[in-house]
């Protein structure tokens, strides 16, 4: 199937009892029995689902794998790949990342002994020279967050095959609709499926998909003891989702393409930030791995004070200030003070994420009006 069916389709199929195209939200703790140990599949919610397993099946789907599992957030998917090591185990991850992850990474999980290599995964060499017999998980973003940097997933993956470590992509900034990392060598993928996915800024979800049956063993092993599972109405909201990823996504990459060409040649904007400009440092990696540069982007102003940057994002009309990305409308974010505040200030500067950056989700209204309301918030 081509991408637009894919998506429709993915993971649905029509309600045997009832013949109910869309798939029924099964609000229910528990399965009744035959007998001990007879059941038509289903045990204890936690464990199982109708509808996450429809949202499973459809996450496998678009993301080109074979399985797919659904968690209660994308913190909580993180959580389970990072489970997957023991202590004295390394793992190499992007400098410049999620600032949730970040603090997963370093207040959680380092103090039961798993140790974390901070590079920067847009120079492949970097990322060779952090390997050593210890290292389990290499863990990248592209485009990232808020930096819009690129990394090669196809040069990291041959990286990870030679150390034998696995690979996994937080892949939420593109979504499927743009880039697959499966396709190019990655273990595991990683959603935020509150971002694009779920679409809509209703629901808190994340995903993992995977193609190895053994890690997938693995990993539901982890989801059902650790039971950071999602409700049946949060699976139904992200499998409607889905459904309008394609439209969604065009849309989001036409209007980001014309807000970051709009605020390039804007007199006050200093730097903008997206992977769509032919002279982004990524630009060959990010035409030769996706299908298109997405609506996230980030600038900073030539006044580059943090007052300035807090009156812009306190200016906008149609721009909602608030955290998260990939609705249909569009958010304006402070990254030093809200999605990277737990990210030390000296390691945020050090990597080029300013206190005064302003990150952009550019929605899917009409871009005239997103770009008057940029325009006048910046004066």
Known sequence: MKLATKYIHAGTEPDPSTGAIMTPIYQTSTYVQEAPGVNKGFEYARSQNPTRKALEEAYAQIENGKFGLAFSSGVAATDAVIKLLSPGDEVIAANDMYGGTYRLFTKVFEKFGIQFKYVDTTNVDHVAAAISAKTKLIWIETPTNPLMNITDIAAVAAIAKKAGALLCVDNTFASPYLQNPLDLGADIVMHS???????????????????????????????????????????????????????????????????????????????????????????????????????????????????????????????????????????????????????????????????SLIRLSVGIEDIDDLIADIDQAIG
């Not at 994340?206 to 109405?233: H, T, W």
């Not at 035409?287 to 906008?316: C, H, I, P, W, Y």
Request: hydrophobic residues 35%; proline residues 4%; charged residues 20%.
């Open 193 to 355: 499926a509150t971002k694009y996915l779920g679409g809509h800024s209703d629901v808190i979800q994340g995903c993992l998909v995977m193609n190895d049956a053994e890690l997938r063993e693995k990993l539901y092993f982890i989801q059902k003891s650790c039971g950071a599972v999602p409700g049946p109405m949060d699976c139904f909201l992200v499998l409607r989702g889905i459904k309008t990823l394609h439209v969604r996504m065009q849309r989001h990459c036409e209007n980001g393409e014309k807000m970051a060409n709009f605020l390039r040649n804007h007199p006050k904007v200093q730097k903008v930030y997206w992977c769509g400009f032919t002279d982004h440092p990524g630009y060959a990696v990010a035409s030769k791995q996706m299908r298109g540069f997405g609506g996230m982007m980030s600038f900073t102003l030539k006044d580059d004070s943090v007052e300035n940057a807090k009156r812009v994002l306190s200016s906008t009309h149609v721009f909602a200030l608030a955290e998260s990305l990939g609705g249909v409308e569009s958010l304006i974010n402070h990254p030093a003070s809200m999605t990277h505040a737990s990210i030390p200030r000296e390691e945020r500067i050090k990597n080029g994420l300013s206190d």
